[in-house]
């Protein structure tokens, strides 16, 4: 075994933690469901390892709802074009997602559409696409 292998092994072994820890998207969000959330961006967090988006849902209700909206993995999102200025505080969209296995308002994104320009963000399995569409 090269001597870079025994790294995360003698980090794991003296700390008890592993060197990084990626959490497991079907662990978290029901993959076999869709939900659809319809509102504004409130923040763009482009962050590694899962870019965010904190959407405010008018429900019709006295307090918007708030939503955490989760995006493939930062690499993934680079090489297809996406920047920290792709989505803005105030752009208008519409979401379709996994929802969270906790209940809470959380969405593994799997569909995100930007009526004002057409931008259409899709992650249908391991390899977001983004694209216009009229």
């Known amino acids: 075994m090269h001597r ?3 790294f995360p092994v003698l980090v794991m ?4 933690f592993p060197t990084h820890a990626p959490h497991s998207i079907a662990g978290m969000y029901h993959r076999d469901q869709q939900v659809t959330v319809t509102g504004a961006i409130g923040e763009f967090r482009f962050v590694q390892p899962h870019p965010f988006i904190v959407l405010v849902a008018d ?3 006295t307090e918007p709802q708030r939503w955490h909206l989760e995006l493939d993995n930062h690499r993934e999102l680079v090489q297809v074009g996406v920047t920290k200025d792709t989505f803005r505080s105030g752009d ?3 979401v379709t ?3 969270a296995r ?3 308002e959380r969405l593994y994104i799997r569909r995100l559409h930007r009526p004002v320009d057409g931008l259409r963000y ?3 399995g391991f390899h977001p696409s983004i694209s216009t569409v009229p």
Do not use: F, N, Q, W
């Not at 072994?13 to 008890?16: E, K, M, N, R």
């Open 97 to 99: 997602g996994d929802p």
């Open 4 to 6: 870079s292998t025994y």
């Open 59 to 61: 429900t019709g209700k």
């Open 102 to 104: 906790d209940g809470k």
């Open 122 to 124: 899709d992650a249908p």
């Open 13 to 16: 072994a003296l700390t008890g």
């Open 92 to 94: 208008e969209v519409i």
